[in-house]
């Protein structure tokens, strides 16, 4: 049993189109795979890259991370460097500034007098006063971002530099994944 022109033509291209969207159906399923055949590169649905692209990769634009564990009261703790000075500090979202302890401040050769102490600064154990400074980098792993503000703690009013929000803010990224934290710039 033949079928009519018109007919013919039109099951043709319903073949066609169904052939078409089977296509469709299976890149989109499969679009990592088909995305590294039809482009020649790694396809989204994978972070990896090759050796030889990551070689490619210009060190500027690719994104800086730092991943760190939590100690095991829960906080993170991380030694960073403040003017090419190491300082070990506690990563604090609830913090405003990176507000380094006097001690520290000293030791990486910021000079703070009394009258420099011009801001009150609200604690967790109350109010304080504290010195305002911008740091010319602060580095943490291979993250580094210049020109952040801070503050300077009286001498004795601080257990712990704290890295706050005006370094924190800066990146494009900050994760908690469980008990891993991720800093991403």
Do not use: C
């Amino acid at each position: 049993m033949g079928f009519s022109s018109g007919t013919g033509n039109a099951v043709r291209e319903l073949a066609i189109w169904t052939g078409l969207g089977a296509v469709a159906i299976a890149l989109f399923i499969n679009f990592g795979e088909a995305s590294t055949a039809f482009l020649g590169r790694a396809g989204s649905a994978s972070t990896e890259q090759p050796a030889a692209a990551n070689a490619s990769l210009d060190e500027e634009s690719a994104p800086r991370e730092v991943h760190l564990r939590a100690a095991d009261n829960g906080h993170f703790f991380a030694q960073i460097y403040l003017n090419g000075e190491p300082v070990d500090v506690l990563v604090d979202t609830g913090a405003t500034h990176v507000a380094l302890r006097y001690e520290d401040a000293m030791a990486i050769g910021l000079d703070v007098k009394d009258s420099d102490y011009t801001l009150v600064a609200k604690t967790a154990n109350g109010s304080a006063k504290a010195a305002p400074v911008t740091l010319d980098e602060v580095r943490i792993g291979d993250i580094i971002i210049r020109n952040v503000e801070a503050t300077i703690g009286q001498p004795g009013t601080k257990f712990i530099t704290l890295l706050g929000m005006t370094f924190l803010s800066k990146l494009s990224r900050v994760d908690i994944r469980g008990k891993e934290l991720v800093l991403v710039e």
